[in-house]
């Protein structure tokens, strides 16, 4: 299997005939954390018999009451690129994926007075979560949106807390995808650090165990990463980084998934 087919199967492989719904609550941040708006959304897909068409359809419900429908055909032939697929939504930004929910939707480049938007996806079980990162054109933060999805239905089950401190010792195992699609051999990580960037960029403690390190602002000529993680059980933690370079082109996803040991007694 190429890596184009690889990219596609990973993100659409497993959609049928019938419908694949989640069922989400979207949070809003300010930069300050502060929430702007909540909201739901069910985000439903379904293929034809090939899959080589995707259907993908959002419903929206606001806290006002009012609703709001968007729909949008995924054609292989045309979306499916040799650096990830192209969504009708935005054809300027491209989704990668590893396989299993672990899968980043991203702009290619920092362009000047544009915005600059990435949505990073977590799957554990009938959960998915997603951390959207939004830069307004003059590249400073605008917001930040908390995803909480469940398979199905929404469910009454409350968020978790905030993540803020780790207790024993974490052992994780890491990949790298290039922005031709292909993935590296797995790598072994000896600990976790919920500040991979050393300070450099700001960290944020979402509910659900969601931890975020990004830039305050992205400033041309230089390098930066977007990272985001999360708790989705008591021990075990995924992340996600994007890496871009001087020139503001993407250049390098990373996925780390992270177990907590147990001393034997």
């Known amino acids: 299997m190429n890596l184009q087919e690889q990219?596609?199967?990973?993100?659409?492989?497993?959609?049928?005939?019938?419908?694949?719904?989640?069922h989400g609550t979207w949070t809003q941040y300010s930069p300050t954390q502060e929430v702007i708006n909540t909201f739901q959304c069910v985000r439903s897909f379904h293929a034809n018999e090939d899959k080589t068409l995707i259907y993908h359809t959002n419903n929206y419900?606001?806290?006002?009451?009012?609703?709001?429908?968007?729909?949008?055909?995924?054609?292989?032939?045309?979306?499916?690129?040799?650096?990830?697929?192209?969504?009708?939504?935005?054809?300027?930004?491209?989704?990668?994926?590893?396989?299993?929910?672990?899968?980043?939707?991203?702009?290619?480049?920092?362009?000047?007075?544009k915005k600059f938007a990435l949505e990073l996806?977590?799957?554990h079980n009938d959960w998915r979560t997603s951390v959207g990162i939004i830069y307004a054109e003059n590249h400073d933060i605008e917001r930040i949106t908390h995803i909480r999805e469940h398979l199905g239905s929404f469910t009454l089950e409350p968020p978790?807390?905030?993540?803020?401190?780790?207790?024993?010792?974490?052992?994780?195992?890491?990949?790298?995808?290039?922005?031709?699609?292909?993935v590296s051999d797995t790598e072994p990580i000896p600990e976790l650090i919920l500040d991979p960037t050393k300070g450099i960029n700001k960290t944020v403690?979402?509910?659900?165990?969601?931890?975020?390190?990004?830039?305050?602002r992205l400033e041309t000529g230089q390098a930066f990463k977007i990272v985001a993680g999360r708790f989705v059980s008591?021990?075990?933690?995924?992340?996600?980084?994007?890496?871009?370079?001087?020139?503001?082109?993407?250049?390098?996803?990373?996925?780390?998934?992270?177990?907590?040991?147990?001393?034997?007694?």
């Open 205 to 216: 403690f979402l509910p659900d165990g969601v931890v975020v390190n990004t830039p305050e």
């Open 234 to 265: 008591p021990t075990i933690f995924k992340r996600l980084t994007a890496k871009y370079n001087v020139l503001g082109n993407f250049e390098l996803l990373v996925y780390e998934v992270f177990h907590r040991q147990f001393e034997n007694k």
């Open 160 to 182: 978790s807390s905030e993540v803020k401190e780790i207790d024993g010792q974490w052992i994780g195992k890491k990949q790298y995808m290039t922005p031709d699609l292909r």
């Open 61 to 113: 419900t606001y806290s006002d009451g009012s609703t709001a429908e968007k729909s949008w055909q995924l054609e292989k032939q045309t979306c499916n690129q040799p650096d990830g697929l192209v969504h009708t939504a935005v054809p300027s930004m491209r989704t990668l994926s590893f396989g299993q929910g672990a899968t980043v939707w991203l702009s290619k480049t920092l362009e000047a007075e």
């Open 121 to 123: 996806f977590f799957r």
């Open 7 to 22: 990219n596609w199967t990973n993100l659409f492989g497993n959609h049928t005939l019938e419908e694949t719904a989640w």
